[in-house]
């Protein structure tokens, strides 16, 4: 086929939004537009017609038409289904097919119109494909962000750190009877209560009120506890110009709520041994039944930030009984793991790195055993006269996992409206814009294993898949704990905080 233009027009004829792919002046293209709604005839039902020299190939939008401008020796199947494609892409990028809703898009429509036909010939494209190229998402800009996030609540992490070290210096002081210190000031007599504690305002979430006396009396040199609150200041001046520059930063106890795959708040109190249980899940089913692949893999990640407490050893718990396999780090004693099931360095007198995330064991469960899907999903989707009656249910398999923020996302046809909810357990969001029907519950447990919900839209029972789903979870699919940690020597108990998170990075009925 040889595309000439393709065109969004009023029903005179009025071009609203054109993309030549060939040489074509614009007097052309007016021409050849204006002289369309007279050659149509309305008392048949063709979608094409033609004169001697183009074929004009349609389709109705409400008020406007989409039309492609076509030589007359062009396969008029592929025209069609080109149209269609074209179709499909207005309503992506226009929430209403009116005349001002197209202008106001017009240069998304372009570029997504030069994703589909390139020098009048169509590519090989799919509306999938077409949004990924426009929206132009780069991985590398994505770790760049994650990573500068990380640094930034190491920082606070930091400077909380330091503020609550300062603060507990104060009142033991105070306990005794002594003046504060002035933590290395230089020069300076001393510092009261009144002016450490305002540094340390500025520092802390949830700070002490000060007892404010009169007879405060400012340093006269400058202190480390005055750098800390510049340090601070740097800090925050950072992350206001990263602001003004358009990035979105995410603050250390708060969560992006665009992500695809969401995480778990870090704990409140982090131990100076601190471990990590984390697990993602890829499963993929078919909409009649089957388990087609189910992946997961877990890890465990120790971090150790005083060295006192790096020669340590970990007791691990493992019940679990579905087939997964195990493996420890090089620098781990196997052997030990093995028998006693604990996680040790093979040369006992050496000691974990410091300040570092180490992943000390990690294990995968591969399967096809529809048994172990941890959550089911059941479409119906009926054909009616009006289109189709969709009903989808859910089941908790996996009765030890509580899962958290749900979302089950149900492609609906587009340009047809809304769906028309019927029976629905938790809530849902329609989204135009995507096409995406998203059912959405907060938590789902033994206690809530099972919901459904009913809507009707037109459409054929293909429209309805893939189904996505995403959740989180604070209990592992792989009922692996570390129970315990002790000292090489001595066998001592070692205080340590723990964080468990076990997210989807995919999870598809097809």
């Known amino acids: 086929m040889v595309l ?56 109705p939008l409400e008020k406007l038409y989409m039309v492609l401008i076509t030589t007359k020796n062009s396969n008029i199947l592929e025209d069609l289904e080109t149209l269609r494609l074209f179709s499909r892409v207005i309503p992506e990028y226009c929430r209403v097919l ?76 105070e306990r005794s009877g002594k003046k504060v210190p002035a933590f290395g000031g230089f020069g300076s007599a001393g510092m009261t209560s009144v002016s450490s504690s305002s540094i340390i305002t500025d520092s802390i ?32 001046n950072f992350v206001d110009k990263l602001k003004s520059e358009g990035e979105t930063i995410m603050s250390s106890t708060g969560k992006r709520s665009s ?106 469960l591969q399967t096809t055993d529809e048994a172990l899907i941890p959550l089911t999903i059941n479409c119906w989707p009926s054909e009616s006269g009006t289109g189709c009656d969709v009903n989808i249910e859910y089941e908790l398999q996996e009765e030890s996992l509580e899962l958290n923020d749900v979302v089950i996302s149900i492609p609906v046809p587009s340009g047809v409206g809304s769906p028309l909810i019927g029976d629905l357990d938790g809530e849902y969001k329609h989204d135009s814009r995507r096409n995406i029907l998203e059912w959405c519950l907060p938590v789902i447990d033994v206690n809530n294993k099972t919901g459904s919900l009913e809507f009707s839209i037109a459409g054929q029972p293909n429209d309805f898949f893939p189904i996505n789903v995403s959740f989180v979870s604070k209990r592992n699919y792989c009922d692996i704990q570390v129970t315990k940690a002790t000292y090489v020597d001595g066998d001592g108990p070692v205080r340590f905080s723990s964080e468990i998170s076990c997210v989807v990075d995919k999870y598809e009925i097809l």
């Open 259 to 364: 992500d695809v795959s969401k995480a778990l708040p870090p704990p409140v109190n982090v131990e100076s041994v601190h471990l990590r249980v984390e697990e993602k899940i890829s499963l993929t089913c078919g909409r009649d039944g089957g388990l087609q692949n189910m992946e997961v893999l877990g890890m465990v990640t120790l971090r150790v930030s005083d060295d006192k407490n790096g020669r340590i050893r970990l007791i691990i718990n493992n019940n679990d009984n579905k087939g997964l396999q195990l493996q420890t780090h090089p620098n781990v004693d196997k052997k030990l793991f093995t028998t006693d099931s604990v996680i040790g360095l093979k040369n006992p007198e050496k000691s974990f790195p410091l300040n570092n995330d180490v992943g000390v064991l990690k294990w995968r």
């Open 205 to 236: 979430v949830e700070p002490e009120k000060p007892k404010i006396t009169s007879a405060a009396v400012r340093p006269s040199g400058p202190s480390k506890a005055l750098k800390l609150g510049a340090k601070g200041k740097e800090v925050d």
């Open 98 to 173: 009116e005349e001002s809703e197209i202008s106001e898009h017009c240069f998304d429509l372009i570029f997504a119109f030069d994703e589909i036909v390139a020098l009048g010939y169509r590519e090989n494209v799919n509306l999938a494909q077409i949004r990924t190229f426009t929206e132009m998402d780069s991985h590398e800009e994505k770790v760049f962000r994650a990573v500068r996030e990380t640094q930034e609540r190491e920082a606070k992490a930091e400077m909380r750190r330091k503020a609550k070290e300062l603060q507990q210096a104060r009142r033991d002081a």
């Open 4 to 59: 000439l233009a393709a065109a969004v027009c009023t029903k005179a004829g009025k071009a609203i939004v054109s993309r030549q792919f060939v040489e074509m002046t614009r007097t052309r293209v007016e021409g050849l537009l204006a002289a369309f709604p007279k050659l149509m005839n309305t008392g048949k039902q063709h979608t094409f017609v033609e004169t001697d020299s183009v074929r004009y190939v349609y389709q």
